[in-house]
């Protein structure tokens, strides 16, 4: 499972999905709806974000184009969380709007998965269409809501989808749980967290029912203060120069992050104490580590942080071997020890998956 679940990774096929190509029917009026918080199906309340039977994107995700903002003024003070929130959530949707329209029934039998697996991925598919609408009503009209890009994520089959949607749910989970910090409203707090429990759910049956796995990840999930990095390193995804002009930059603020990946031909295993060697997907790869500055490799799991040396050299670290062989690890290179603040990172953040059977996942 191992090496077919880190193959699909690197796989590079174009899936593009027909969202962008929708037909509006009659696209003034349900473009002013969009614009309207009390108009059109309301989460919670209508059964589309549960169980719309169809492969037809569900509103909004039918929706093309940002929603401009209709007012003038400043923005409030939770606007631009969930202007960064509301574009990782259209990446979100698309994934399983692409998985829908990619697959069927057979496709997740025929691979030996349970046959509800098409149906559920259909189902968080609408739970995904009700966060972005959650997340558009939580943007006031001052602000652009921003809309979807194109995004390929390179899944292959209906096992390369479905280990791709623990990756991307595992990061959800992580990133909603960083964005607590940022979030000034009490009434977004609660959003985010409750936001993030659908997003566990959502993990937490496919590892049972399509991994066959024990779920949990000892007792409490990993904390990742920088969720923006998060959000960046989905940028993997996006494919360039597809998004809405009007779109604000994904994520604002952004750093000059390197991105990251596992070096699968160096890395034959992530547990605890393993040799960890990465690989810059981009072009940075033996030109950004210099030898004469020392580089740390700070891992993050549940509530605490531990620092490695990060070899510039080979660009490879340990995987600290004092954590629990269970749930997710953050790494980051930093210039500092422990990562102290968000501008010590200089790489990353990579998100690993320890699970009993040592299936090793990254992020973007
Ligand atoms: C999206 O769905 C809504 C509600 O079903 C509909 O009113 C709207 O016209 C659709 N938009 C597009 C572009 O198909
Ligand atoms: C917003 O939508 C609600 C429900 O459809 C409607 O009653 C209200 O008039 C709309 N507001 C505006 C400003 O269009
Ligand atoms: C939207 O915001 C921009 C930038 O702040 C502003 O120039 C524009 O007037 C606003 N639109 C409306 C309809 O108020
Ligand atoms: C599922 O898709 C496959 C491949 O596109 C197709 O051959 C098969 O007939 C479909 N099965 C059903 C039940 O629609
Ligand atoms: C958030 O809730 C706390 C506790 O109820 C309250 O003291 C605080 O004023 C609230 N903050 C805002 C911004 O509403
Ligand atoms: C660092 O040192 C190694 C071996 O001494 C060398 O191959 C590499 O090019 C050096 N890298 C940089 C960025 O100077
Ligand atoms: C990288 O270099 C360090 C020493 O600088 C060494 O201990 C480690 O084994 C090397 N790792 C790999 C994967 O070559
Ligand atoms: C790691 O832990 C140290 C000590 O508790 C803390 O100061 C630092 O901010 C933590 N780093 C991160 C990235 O959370």
Redesign the pocket.
């Known amino acids: 499972m191992l090496s077919f679940i880190a193959s699909t990774l690197i796989a590079g096929i174009i899936v593009t999905s027909s969202v962008c190509a929708a037909t509006p029917v009659n696209p003034s009026e349900a473009t002013s709806c969009l614009a309207n918080s009390s108009c059109g199906p309301i989460p919670g309340n209508d059964g589309i974000y549960s169980n719309l039977a169809t492969n037809e994107p569900p509103w909004p995700g039918n929706m093309t184009g940002p929603v401009l903002n209709t007012t003038f003024g400043s923005p409030e003070p939770d606007d631009l969380l969930f202007q960064n929130l509301l574009a990782a959530e259209w990446i979100i949707f698309s994934f399983y709007q692409q998985g829908v329209e990619t697959f069927n029934h057979s496709a997740f039998v025929d691979s030996g998965f349970p046959p509800e697996t098409y149906e559920r991925i259909r189902e968080i598919r609408d739970n995904e269409a009700g966060h972005l609408r959650i997340f558009q009503n939580q943007i006031s009209s001052n602000s652009i809501k921003p809309g979807p890009c194109q995004y390929s994520f390179g899944f292959y089959d209906a096992q390369s989808f479905l280990a791709l949607q623990t990756v991307i749910e595992v990061g959800s989970m992580a990133f909603l749980t960083g964005l607590e910090l940022q979030a000034q409203n009490n009434a977004s707090k609660g959003a985010l967290m409750a936001v993030a429990q659908t997003e566990t759910r959502h993990n937490t049956w496919s590892l049972i029912s399509n991994w066959r796995v024990d779920p949990f990840a000892g007792p409490v999930d990993t904390?990742?203060?920088?969720a923006d990095q998060i959000l960046q390193s989905t940028n993997e995804w996006v494919i360039d120069g597809s998004c809405p002009r009007e779109n604000p930059p994904y994520p604002y603020p952004q750093q000059a992050l390197i991105p990251l990946a596992i070096d699968k031909n160096r890395t034959p295993t992530i547990l605890p104490g393993s040799s960890l060697s990465v690989t810059s997907q981009k072009s940075y790869q033996g030109t950004l580590f210099g030898n004469d500055t020392d580089y740390y490799a700070?891992f993050?799991h549940g509530l605490?942080?531990t620092t490695q040396p990060f070899h510039a050299h080979n660009l490879s670290t340990t995987v600290p071997v004092q954590f629990e062989q269970k749930g997710v690890f953050a790494m980051?290179i930093a210039t500092e020890k422990?990562?102290?603040t968000r501008e010590s990172?200089i790489a990353g953040p990579l998100i690993l998956l320890e699970l009993p059977l040592q299936v090793g996942f990254q992020v973007a």
């Not at 904390?223 to 920088?226: L, N, S, T």
């Open positions: 904390f990742y203060p920088y700070v993050l605490s942080n980051v422990s990562a102290p990172v």
